[in-house]
């Protein structure tokens, strides 16, 4: 990294940045691959020394990083480290920063990791210090809003202060590796573009399940719920990569208005499509690894009557014409059976059979984690008599190809931002075209007082889940045997 950088992260004692931030910083410092003279300055309430707030900080990196730092990697990124106590509504506070910034020549990036509700105060703090300056950058961590409105009023705040080509919404799952080889695999080969249309395809299905709870975060998820925290983002990005046109460049903007058409694109939901193409669930108590664990309302900081989604699954259409009629199923929850995240294409059957034994339908599964890999699921004859036909399947590992260290999604992300890229970062009209779909969906389940359905901790959520599928003549990917 060439460029001296000045990053302040607001929230910058938080869980977050202590989980993620921190520890993609320090990987990114030990490749080398930060500017010598760059800066961390984290911001935040509590009243600490830059010592205390140093040992917090390794603390977080001896229990987060896949391995405890050495003693001299830990020291050279400590050092960058600098804390500033903050009160966000205090103006005087945020023209001491800017004299601490100003006297260096360097890139200036302002992390918000803060819920929204501090966005005002931040943003109207940097403002008025004279700190929106045209050469400094702005990440928005999300949530960036709980519905259209109260997005739509965030980005007009923002670009009051900034103009869009400064603002960074991350979305942490378009920094994972295997999120950009979806590009390589689509557009640096040939073999699959023919296939990938309404003509081949028969379903597709993106599935981001977890075994976790709420963890610690109760409070913040019970008023968020799978919805927001993540389809609205993490899952519609998924699906634009998966079904987006080639862009014409990898240049940000070509890349982000292909993004842009898909959800564009995305089929407008009526009342019957509310009513039965969505599944809401929350997990009651179960097993999950052989451990009891509790029923999401039992969940500290959870409220005891919650009516909030911890599953969701839906199908929905892409109405072009590569996709037109082609059903989309995206699913995502706590507490499952599995953690997995994986888009599963399934292509159509022959159209006609010589054999007698079924044929399964060919299926891509893109896996994104626990690992990364591809694997097609074919058909093949059985050895021995007569032509028995089984499905096998053809696997491709990335682990087999690549021994460079896989870069953690935030600390590509935040390399791009120093860098000043913003390929993988939302724009305003797709953060809001996203929104655009989702409020229906929200306003729905205002109106209609559904409860969500319930599922075992552990399972794979609740059977309406899979009549969802079934009503296409299709089933999930680990029901079929995957
Ligand atoms: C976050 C959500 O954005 O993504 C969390 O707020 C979720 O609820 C997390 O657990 C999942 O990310 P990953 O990278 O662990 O799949």
């Not at 109260?150 to 007009?156: A, E, T, V």
């Not at 103009?163 to 799952?173: F, K, L, P, T, W």
């Not at 080639?246 to 993004?259: H, N, Q």
């Not at 190809?401 to 120093?418: N, T």
């Amino acid at each position: 990294m060439n460029t001296n950088f000045d990053l302040v992260i607001f929230g910058g004692t938080g869980d977050l940045a202590m989980r993620k931030l921190f520890p993609a910083l320090f990987l990114a410092d030990t490749d080398a691959r930060l500017h010598q003279g760059g800066r961390i300055i984290a911001a935040a309430r509590q009243a600490l020394t830059d010592e205390e707030f140093r040992a917090k900080v390794s603390d977080a990196l001896n229990r987060f990083l896949p391995k405890p730092p050495s003693a001299a990697n830990l020291e050279k990124f400590l050092a960058r480290l600098s804390y500033f106590a903050l009160d966000v509504n205090n103006p005087v506070q945020y023209a001491e920063m800017k004299k601490s910034l100003d006297a260096r020549d360097s890139q200036t990036v302002f992390y918000l990791s803060v819920g929204p509700t501090l966005f005002p105060p931040i943003i109207n703090g940097l403002r008025s210090a004279g700190l929106n300056t045209p050469d400094t950058r702005i990440v928005l961590e999300k949530p960036l809003g709980r519905d259209l409105q109260s997005s739509r009023d965030i980005n007009q705040l923002v670009l009051s202060a900034f103009a869009e080509s400064q603002v960074y919404r991350i979305d942490h799952y378009l920094g994972k590796e295997t999120v950009q080889n979806l590009l390589a695999l689509r557009f640096g080969n040939t073999l699959l573009e023919p296939l990938w249309n309404r003509t081949w395809v028969r379903d597709v299905q993106i599935t981001i399940a977890e075994t976790v709870g709420v963890e610690t975060r109760g409070e913040f998820y019970d008023s968020t719920g799978a919805m927001r925290d993540m389809v609205q983002n993490h899952l519609l990005n998924l699906l634009c990569m998966t079904a987006m046109e080639p862009p014409s460049s990898l240049d940000p903007d070509a890349v982000r208005d292909e993004k842009l058409q898909v959800l564009r694109s995305l089929k407008p939901w009526t009342q019957q499509t509310l009513h039965d193409d969505i599944v809401r669930g929350q997990y009651r108590g179960g097993t999950l690894k052989g451990e009891a664990v509790p029923a999401y309302a039992a969940e500290p900081g959870v409220s005891p009557q919650t009516e909030t989604e911890t599953f969701l699954a839906l199908r929905t259409e892409i109405a072009n014409w590569r996709w037109g009629g082609v059903p989309f199923f995206l699913r995502t929850g706590k507490r499952m059976a599995e953690r997995r995240a994986e888009i599963v294409i399934s292509f159509k059957s022959p159209p006609h059979s010589i054999f007698e034994s079924p044929l399964a339908p060919n299926r891509l599964v893109i896996t994104l984690q626990p690992e990364e890999n591809v694997r097609l699921y074919t058909m093949a004859k059985a050895p021995g008599d007569g032509m028995r036909l089984r499905e096998v399947h053809l696997d491709l590992d990335f682990k087999d190809f690549f021994h460079e260290r896989r870069q953690d999604a935030y600390e590509r992300l935040l390399l791009d931002v120093l860098r000043g890229n913003p390929t993988l970062f939302m724009r305003n009209d797709e953060a809001d075209a996203a929104w655009r779909w989702v409020q229906p969906m929200l306003d729905h389940w205002t109106t209609s007082n559904l409860s969500p359905a319930a599922y075992g901790a552990g399972s794979w959520g609740p059977p309406a889940a899979s009549r969802l599928t079934a009503r296409d003549g299709t089933a999930w990917h680990e029901e079929l045997g995957g």
